[in-house]
């Protein structure tokens, strides 16, 4: 377990020496490029949820147009059953 924490402080002041090394080499031209591809990721991920977005919604109406057109043939069946229970004299009086 020490040795885990002391390879992992190890690796850490690594990453801070090579920070500064590029920092001060290049002038943060790396650490920029960085900044302009995850600026370009957010901007596709915004899109793309927006996309998703109005999918979501379509699929949501249309569920609910069939939700709702299966309530009324379910009524009309129903309907039509106590008609025919009541035509017939199939149904009983209470």
């Given at each position: 377990?020490?040795?885990?924490?002391?390879?992992?402080?190890?690796?850490f002041?690594?990453?801070?020496?090579?920070?500064?090394?590029?920092?001060?080499?290049?002038?943060g031209?790396?650490?920029?490029?960085?900044?302009?591809?995850?600026?370009?990721?957010?901007?596709?991920?915004?899109?793309?949820?927006?996309?998703?977005?109005?999918?979501?919604?379509?699929?949501?109406?249309?569920?609910?147009?069939?939700?709702?057109?299966?309530?009324?043939?379910?009524?009309?069946?129903?309907?039509?059953?106590?008609?025919?229970?009541?035509?017939?004299?199939?149904?009983?009086?209470?």
């Amino acid at each position: 377990m020490i040795k885990m924490i002391f390879k992992l402080i190890g690796l850490f002041l690594l990453a801070v020496v090579i920070f500064l090394a590029l920092s001060l080499w290049k002038g943060g031209d790396p650490f920029r490029w960085f900044g302009y591809q995850s600026e370009q990721a957010g901007e596709i991920l915004k899109e793309k949820s927006e996309d998703l977005g109005k999918e979501a919604d379509r699929i949501k109406k249309r569920t609910d147009s069939v939700r709702d057109t299966t309530k009324k043939v379910t009524d009309g069946i129903r309907k039509t059953g106590d008609k025919v229970k009541d035509f017939t004299g199939s149904k009983t009086d209470k």
